[in-house]
T-cell receptor, first 113, second 113 residues
Framework: EAQVTQNPRYLITVTGKKLTVTCSQNMNHEYMSWYRQDPGLGLRQIYYSMNVEVTDKGDVPEGYKVSRKEKRNFPLILESPSPNQTSLYFC????????????FGEGSRLTVL | KQEVTQIPAALSVPEGENLVLNCSFTDSAIYNLQWFRQDPGKGLTSLLLIQSSQREQTSGRLNASLDKSSGRSTLYIAASQPGDSATYLCAVRPSYNTDKLIFGTGTRLQVFP
């Protein structure tokens, strides 16, 4: 089954404790992206990647890092989480950035205390 | 700066009604527009993707139209069912920056029996 898989789905952590949210897709998509969703603000792009070893900042990259060492994986790293990073995070992938549909993972709800 | 608006924010209708969800965007220079469905606690599911050269797309009971010149898209749902209850989001990909996808904040639809 074609899917985008995120882990963990739910996480409660404390300020400053590094964490990684993993994302993996099995559709051989070149394009992958991370979004955060907050009430009243909608979905905002954090980082995206056009291909292996190619990453670029989205609209809200501060406090986040990503890497794309393999085509299927695109982890999101919070080096020193802060409470304002409490949010619902989505990973997405697409076969073609411009013409392809965007497929989303189930989401990861992160709470930073 | 491209802005995407979805009105109303919430809609409640009885089962069986045909209904229209609206999406407005401020800059007509878009590459494509995509409609998504989001169920509570779940990720986004792509419903329809309309390229800028197209006027509409259909999938089952769903029909999406695009009028670039007026900055509008509508999602028509025929014979609504309780299973259609979800939040519906539209997103546009600007022509000037095809790396981005700009989301509206969604319309929360409830279809009651």
């Amino acid at each position: 089954e074609a899917q985008v898989t995120q882990n963990p789905r739910y996480l409660i952590t404390v300020t400053g404790k590094k964490l990684t949210v993993t994302c993996s897709q099995n559709m051989n998509h070149e394009y992958m992206s991370w979004y955060r969703q907050d009430p009243g603000l909608g979905l905002r792009q954090i980082y995206y990647s056009m291909n292996v070893e190619v990453t670029d900042k989205g609209d809200v990259p501060e406090g986040y890092k990503v890497s794309r060492k393999e085509k299927r994986n695109f982890p999101l790293i919070l080096e020193s989480p802060s409470p304002n990073q409490t949010s619902l995070y989505f990973c997405a992938s697409s076969s073609g950035l411009v013409t392809g549909e965007l497929f989303f993972g189930e989401g990861s709800r992160l709470t930073v205390l | 700066k491209q802005e995407v608006t979805q009105i109303p924010a919430a809609l409640s209708v009885p089962e069986g009604e045909n209904l229209v969800l609206n999406c407005s965007f401020t800059d007509s220079a878009i590459y494509n527009l995509q409609w998504f469905r989001q169920d509570p606690g779940k990720g986004l599911t792509s419903l329809l993707l309309i390229q800028s050269s197209q006027r509409e797309q259909t999938s089952g009971r769903l029909n999406a139209s695009l009028d670039k010149s007026s900055g509008r898209s509508t999602l028509y749902i025929a014979a609504s069912q309780p299973g259609d209850s979800a939040t519906y989001l539209c997103a546009v990909r600007p022509s000037y920056n095809t790396d981005k996808l700009i989301f509206g904040t969604g319309t929360r639809l409830q279809v009651f029996p």
